[in-house]
C-alpha cells in the first residue's frame, strides 16, 4: 500500500540554522500539508499546498517558514533561521482530491540546540 | 474557532476487554467531519474511522465505532475486543465540510492494551 514517506527521521540543528524536511507524499495525491507536534502537546496545522500554492496556512507559519514542491515527487518544509521553540515532530500528509482522509508520515523529529 | 478536547491523556485496557476513549468539540459549523486517528509506537498515523455530521448513524468499521452526539458535541470511540496492535496513540480530529485543508486535532489519548 502507497505510503507518505519523510526524511530524515531526525534532524539535529543549531539555532538559527537553515533545515529542509522533506517528504515524498502518495503519488496521486493533489493536496499536500505540513503539521507539526511539539512535545507534549496538540498537533498544529502549518499549512496546506494545492496546485502548486499554498491554500491555507497557520499563524505558526510565518515567514521564516515556507514550502516547496520542487519536483513531481517531494514536498518540502524549510525552515530558515531556526528557533530553540521550532523543536518538535513534523508530519507531512497528503490527501486526494477533494478526500477528507489525509494519510500521514512517520514524522521527522526536529531538534534545535 | 474550531477546538478539539480529549480529556484522558492515558488509558489501559485488558486484552479482549471493550474501552471507550473520549473526545469534545467546540464549534459553530453545521457541517463537518470527524475523525479518529491512530499512531502506533513510532509509526504514522492511520485512520481509524470518519463520521460526517450530517449523518445520524453511527460510524462502524469492524471493533471499532463511535458514539457521536452532535447536540453534545460529543464524539467518541468504543473499542471491542481489544487487541495488543490496538496499543496507540489515538487523536480525534476535526475538519470543516468543503475545506479540504486541515484539521484540528485533540491532544490524543495512550491507549495501554494489557495481555
Request: charged letters at 20%; one cysteine or more; proline letters at 4%.
Amino acid at each position: 500500500e502507497p505510503e507518505v514517506t519523510q526524511t530524515p527521521s531526525h534532524q539535529v540543528t543549531q539555532m538559527g540554522q537553515e533545515v529542509i524536511l522533506r517528504c515524498v507524499p502518495i503519488s496521486n495525491h493533489l493536496y499536500f500539508y505540513w503539521y507539526r507536534q511539539i512535545l507534549g502537546q496538540k498537533v498544529e496545522f502549518l499549512v496546506s499546498f494545492y496546485n502548486n500554492e499554498i491554500s491555507e496556512k497557520s499563524e505558526i507559519f510565518d515567514d521564516q517558514f515556507s514550502v516547496e514542491r520542487p519536483d513531481g515527487s517531494n514536498f518540502t518544509l524549510k525552515i530558515r533561521s531556526t528557533k530553540l521553540e521550532d523543536s518538535a515532530m513534523y508530519f507531512c500528509a497528503s490527501s486526494e482530491y477533494h478526500k477528507y482522509e489525509q494519510y500521514f508520515g512517520p514524522g521527522t523529529r526536529l531538534t534545535v540546540t | 474557532a474550531q477546538t478539539v478536547t480529549q480529556s484522558q491523556p492515558e488509558m489501559s485496557v485488558q486484552e479482549a476487554e471493550t474501552v471507550t476513549l473520549s473526545c469534545t468539540y467546540d464549534t459553530s459549523e453545521s457541517d463537518y467531519y470527524l475523525f479518529w486517528y491512530k499512531q502506533p509506537p513510532s509509526r504514522q498515523m492511520i485512520l481509524v474511522i470518519r463520521q460526517e455530521a450530517y449523518k445520524q448513524q453511527n460510524a462502524t468499521e469492524n471493533r471499532f465505532s463511535v458514539n457521536f452526539q452532535k447536540a453534545a458535541k460529543s464524539f467518541s470511540l468504543k473499542i471491542s475486543d481489544s487487541q495488543l496492535g490496538d496499543t496507540a496513540m489515538y487523536f480525534c480530529a476535526f475538519m470543516k465540510h468543503g475545506n479540504f485543508n486541515k484539521f484540528y486535532f485533540g491532544s490524543g489519548t495512550k491507549l495501554n492494551v494489557k495481555p
